[in-house]
């Protein structure tokens, strides 16, 4: 029987793009999509769905063995803004899940796991700007802390037992398909919503607020040449950092306008404020350019005009 590809988290922003990329690619049946909420129609239907709580190490072992997985594309989490609301809860499931599904695929001799970490590891005392690959870690955010310790916790699996764990930093990932779940770069995705149906967004960030995003094309471009990279060329394996532009709210309201002349943004920062104020602004990902090859294919005009053009013609479908 062939190894099969389980996605935890497959219901979220990431997840929901991943995991029928991974089913085109390697066959709707190869690919197992989890989650503990009820998953779109469209992504129950098109191949395996089982509900997991990542937190149970029986229910995550008795999925792998049925199906006889060997790859795990670990994504479930609690994002930033959400964790500084509950950080028991954010602790619980971001560094208790990611140890249970490192221990089990240990133990049942999985080939590969991907963890993605993410900007949040970086913190005041790191350099903002190019941010480089190894630096200081000391995040101000419960997200930050588990993303930090699942990326040590990842590197000590491949060194101490040889399990090939891999993971980069994403940061802000923009979709045209679903909303995002609770992180501090959301507003980069409502903001089209908004400025499609009411053509008025009021943005919980400052105007001057610089921050590393990514298009969601290029996320899974980037998660799955990763995982298909040889071995041998992968020195930091758990902690690429990634990047593909870094912008502001001003910058982001400024290209939309050029579609929409009369959208209008007002700023009125919240709590998220401080969160982005302890994140990068650009970062450094020559280590994923040279290792495997990362090149993103989106910039911020060419992000905007496919984000509109979608979101457009599902507004006058009716379907937004």
């Given at each position: 029987m062939s190894?099969?590809?389980?996605?935890t988290g497959a219901s979220g922003q990431i997840g929901s793009a991943l995991t029928p990329a991974l089913r085109a690619r390697y066959g709707a049946d190869m690919v197992v999509a989890t989650d503990i909420v009820?998953?779109?129609e469209e992504l129950r239907n098109a191949g395996p769905f089982e509900f997991l709580d990542v937190t149970q190490r029986g229910a995550i072992?008795?999925?792998?063995?049925?199906?006889n997985v060997g790859t795990i594309y670990h994504l479930a989490a609690i994002l930033s803004a959400v964790g500084e609301t509950k950080p028991q809860l954010a602790w619980t499931v971001n560094l208790n899940g990611?140890?249970?599904v490192l221990e089990i695929a240990r133990e049942r001799r999985v080939e590969r796991v991907f963890y993605p970490s993410s900007i949040a590891?970086?913190?005041?005392?790191t350099p903002r700007d190019n941010t480089p690959q190894d630096t200081v870690l000391r995040p101000?955010?419960?997200?930050?802390?588990?993303?930090?310790?699942?990326?040590?916790?990842?590197?000590?699996?491949?060194?101490?037992?040889?399990?090939?764990?891999?993971g980069v930093r994403y940061p802000g990932i923009i979709s045209s398909e679903t909303l995002p779940g609770g992180g501090t770069t959301d507003y980069a995705v409502e903001i089209f919503y908004e400025a499609i149906k009411h053509h008025h967004y009021t943005c919980f960030l400052r105007e001057d607020t610089v921050l590393p995003m990514m298009y969601m094309p290029d996320c899974i471009k980037a998660t799955m040449d990763l995982m298909e990279a040889d071995l041998a060329r992968l020195k930091h394996h758990t902690d690429y950092n990634l990047a593909a532009m870094s912008f502001s709210p001003a910058d982001l309201v400024a290209e939309i306008q050029k579609h929409i002349p009369d959208f209008v943004?007002?700023?009125?920062?919240?709590?998220?404020?401080?969160?982005?104020?302890?994140?990068p602004r650009t970062i450094d990902d020559r280590a994923a350019r040279?290792?495997?090859?990362?090149?993103?294919?989106?910039?911020?005009?060419?992000?905007?005009?496919d984000m509109l053009d979608k979101l457009g013609r599902r507004y006058e479908a009716g379907l937004l």
């Open positions: 190894k099969r590809i389980l996605v009820e998953p779109p072992a008795a999925v792998i063995d049925r199906y990611v140890y249970k590891v970086f913190g005041p005392e101000t955010t419960m997200y930050g802390v588990t993303k930090v310790a699942g990326e040590l916790l990842g590197n000590y699996y491949f060194r101490r037992f040889g399990l090939d764990v891999r943004c007002e700023y009125r920062p919240d709590y998220r404020q401080e969160i982005a104020d302890s994140w040279e290792e495997w090859g990362w090149e993103p294919q989106y910039d911020l005009a060419a992000m905007v005009e």
